[in-house]
């Protein structure tokens, strides 16, 4: 199966006139390889397998047109650069159904993944209005990205 999303990356990478969303949660793969869909200009969203635990490294650099991810339960591995020069990229989900934001005096906290602190991971992304500030965040146990 892993072959065959290499395969179906490749043709992605040839038709970037089309607007691709992809939608891969019913198949049975538990990882997408280092730069499976890396510069897929055409895909504009998809959904990770169910049961996938692992994105590798570039899985998804370059996607110019990708806008939203939705991650997998079961994700233990979010590759390095797996999301970079990914420029219009607005949300990444851990489910369809999971999605925490606090907006709070001008900035905005996302919590991609909930529960993630059971992972020993909190992804989180923020955005600031202009002129708005966060409070001081010493470094604490967990890591942040």
């Known amino acids: 199966m892993i072959k065959q999303l290499g395969v179906l990356g490749d043709i992605m990478r040839k038709r970037s006139n089309l607007h691709l969303h992809l939608d891969l949660s019913l198949l049975s793969v538990s990882r997408l390889e280092k730069g499976c869909f890396r510069n897929c200009v055409a895909l504009q969203s998809v959904v990770l397998p ?30 390095m650069f797996s999301f970079d020069a990914c420029h219009k990229l607005e949300k990444v989900v851990f489910s369809k159904n999971e999605f925490i934001e606090k907006d709070s ?4 906290w996302n919590w991609l993944i909930p529960n993630a602190q059971k992972k020993d991971m909190e992804p989180i992304m923020v955005t600031l209005e202009p002129g708005a500030a966060t409070e001081e965040d010493l470094p604490h146990m967990g890591e942040e990205f």
């Open 50 to 79: 169910n049961n996938c635990w692992v994105v590798g490294s570039h899985c998804f650099a370059g996607c110019k047109k990708l806008i939203q991810v939705t991650l997998s339960q079961e994700l233990v591995s979010l590759g």
């Open 105 to 108: 005096d001008g900035v905005l």
